[in-house]
């Protein structure tokens, strides 16, 4: 079966200082990689994904980058801020049968970000 | 994209009582979901919310315990049936969008805690 592994956390850092967060899966099929952001009280937000290998996914100054060699997705970020203390949450999702939609989504244990002025 | 609104936000609920989790989408959309996240812990898939028809359950879940229904392409209700403090978590809606492989999107959740 697929399944996601993350890094452990929490994880603590100084603004502007570099994040890397982690995370590796296993899966029968060929999937797609996701990563969502959880800020404190609200759901989960999309924050970026990637569908084949080579594949970089971006926004809001974070990367990650579809390794199918290393089965990896890590997260990156060249300066965090105090406002991206948040739980990430990576996640990969097969296509069905038909390569026409993706079946469900398997998610990492997430990871706790708290980044200090 | 989809945006998930889903009421109530947060209950304190008695032992032994229900309570219905009622989730809107504000796009037709494909698919919709319910998951759980326990305190700490990741998410776990309830069950898919089909429209018109019964859910489809995860192993560990039944309808009896979570009764689910979809009445159209943009709602969907999640009832906690005969609660227990073991039943304490945030519960999430989750749609998929009708654009190309469909992204997923998630409501902010609805904090449950059971005495």
């Known amino acids: 079966g697929n399944s996601v592994t993350q890094m452990e956390g929490p994880v603590t850092l100084s603004e502007e200082a570099f994040l890397t967060i982690n995370c590796t899966y296993t899966?029968?099929?060929?999937?797609?990689l996701f990563w969502y952001v959880q800020y404190p009280g609200e759901g989960l937000q999309l924050l970026l994904k990637a569908t084949k290998a080579d594949d970089k996914g971006s926004n809001k100054g974070f990367e990650a980058t579809y390794r199918k060699e290393t089965t990896s997705f890590h997260l990156e970020k060249g300066s965090v801020q105090v406002s991206d203390s948040a739980v990430y949450f990576c996640a990969l999702s097969d296509l069905d049968a038909g390569g026409t939609s993706y079946g469900k989504l398997t998610f990492g244990q997430g990871t706790i970000l708290t980044v200090h002025p | 994209s989809a945006v998930i609104s889903q009421k109530p936000s947060r209950d304190i609920c008695q032992r032994g009582t229900s309570l219905t989790i009622q989730c809107q989408v504000d796009?037709?959309?494909?698919?919709m979901f319910w998951y759980r996240q326990q305190p700490g812990q990741s998410l776990t898939l309830i069950a898919t919310a089909n429209q018109g028809s019964e859910a489809t359950y995860e192993s560990g879940f039944v309808i009896d315990k979570f009764p689910i229904s979809r009445p159209n392409l943009t709602f969907s209700t999640l009832t906690v049936s005969n609660m227990s403090p073991e039943d304490s978590s945030i519960y999430l809606c989750s749609a998929r969008d009708r654009g190309p492989l469909g992204t997923q999107y998630f409501g902010p959740g609805t904090r449950l805690t059971v005495l």
């Open positions: 899966a029968t099929g060929y999937p797609s």
């Open positions: 796009s037709q959309v494909t698919m």
